[in-house]
């Protein structure tokens, strides 16, 4: 046999090195051309904004392309809903101040839930077949408070709200629960639920927004001040974020603030739940990742906006003119370049049908739409994809090919 192969080599060695060449050369090519393709496919820009005119101040996306959306058109603002059947119904139009509106918060049966007024929340059933709402009066008989944000967390067969409150000369966190896992009819899912006190923040600290962890443990993020300034402005006090984990469950008692940690700069700007529970807080300068026994971890990523999308993966977009968006698998950050910088300035990001939709304004001032397809990084639609399928498939028909040669000279030279 090592006769048959050294005759073999002696044989053929100048075609062998002009094979190999070739094969080399092949695979630079195709090196060049992979890279040269790994800009992120699927992008589009567009002026056109949504059924309805407007700058989209805040959206939520459900099923079958519906979406939930307060717009600011003319100065004025707007919050309207379209359904499956693509008709656009005006759900704010009684409303007292739509701009006013601080959260719209997507319950567990698609219903949504929007403040319109101090100690009031209307849940509007934007999926049942004749369009309903339910309008609760929290009064708790001694003091009235906006709501600035709402979450909901499963507890056996009900659930229960955790709210960010304004009490005026502070803000708060209150509990409302526990309610029906069936909404409709109006008058039974809120028949036993309570509202209890406030639990007021620290002097120093302004809570605004606020997520479910799980099992009766919550995360609220907020802004910290610095009576000392900073160093640059000592006489003028600085924010920095402040994260907060509360414990509150089904009871009269008030939430309880547990602990509290820091960030050291920035804002931060979402607070998204992912599919395994944890918690990703997006800020202007960091990220902060929160497991559910309440360790966090810092992510060296800045942000304007975040949102998760059908397949548990958090994209975080950039400043208007950022070459690239960042995107969180598995708990890894990857980077995607974008074959053109970020034309505007983004407001809101959601993601509908597989698509992520960042809405926006341009350098007129004018409300635009950029979208990314989530599920065409590496398909055989990219071009990167195709390259790469076509890389595979001649290298593995020249290696095929060159084995069943040499395999073939092998034995006739046995």
């Known amino acids: 046999m090592a006769k048959g192969w050294r005759g073999l080599l002696e044989e053929e060695s100048e075609h062998q090195w002009l094979a190999m060449g070739g094969f080399l050369v092949f695979i630079l090519v195709g090196a060049l051309l992979i890279q040269g393709t790994s800009s992120l496919p699927g992008v589009d820009y567009r002026t056109e904004g949504l059924d309805q005119d407007g700058r989209v101040l805040d959206i939520i996306y459900g099923d079958s392309g519906t979406y939930t959306a307060l717009v600011i058109n003319n100065g004025e603002g707007e919050l309207f809903h379209l359904n499956q059947a693509g008709e ?20 567990h049966d698609g219903s949504i839930a929007v403040s319109p007024q101090k100690n009031t929340l209307d849940i509007v059933h934007v999926n049942a077949e004749v369009e309903q709402r ?20 499963k507890s056996n067969e009900s659930y229960r709200w955790l709210m960010v409150t304004d009490e005026d000369d502070s803000t708060g966190l ?5 309610v029906g896992s069936e909404l409709l009819p109006v008058d039974e899912p809120m028949k036993n639920a309570d509202l209890t006190s406030a639990t007021l923040a620290p002097t120093n600290i302004d809570w605004n927004m606020v997520e479910s ?20 402005s000592p006489a003028t006090p600085t924010k920095h974020p402040v994260i907060g984990f509360i414990t509150w469950d089904d009871g009269p008692a008030a939430p309880m603030l547990t602990s509290i940690e820091e960030v050291d700069k920035g804002e931060i700007h979402s607070l998204v739940r992912l599919d395994n529970g944890t918690l990703l807080a997006a800020g202007t300068a960091s990220a902060v990742h929160i497991a559910k026994d309440r360790t966090t971890t810092s992510i060296n990523v800045a942000s304007v906006s975040s949102t998760l999308d059908e397949n548990g993966k958090v994209w975080m977009l950039g400043s208007k003119g950022s070459t690239s968006v960042m995107r969180l698998v598995d708990g890894e950050m990857e980077t ?9 300035n983004v407001q809101v990001s959601d993601v509908s049908n597989d698509i992520l939709y960042a809405h926006g304004i341009n350098n007129n001032g004018e409300p635009v739409t950029y979208s990314i397809d989530t599920l065409a990084i590496g398909s055989i639609e990219s071009g990167r994809g195709f390259l790469n399928l076509m890389f595979v498939g001649i290298s593995s028909m020249v290696l095929g090919v060159m084995l069943w040669t040499g395999t073939k000279r092998l034995i006739q030279n046995q």
Do not use: C, K
Request: proline residues 7%.
């Open 134 to 153: 339910t309008v609760l009066s929290l009064n708790d008989g001694q003091a009235e408070f906006d709501i600035l944000d709402l979450a909901e967390q």
């Open 336 to 344: 995607l370049p974008l074959s053109r910088p970020i034309p505007l």
């Open 88 to 107: 656009i119904h005006d759900i704010g139009g009684e409303y007292p101040d739509v701009i006013g509106l601080n959260f719209i918060t997507q319950l």
């Open 174 to 178: 209150r509990g409302f629960g526990p």
């Open 213 to 232: 962890l799980g099992d009766g443990q919550w995360v609220a993020v907020g802004s910290m001040g610095s009576v000392f300034g900073s160093d640059d």
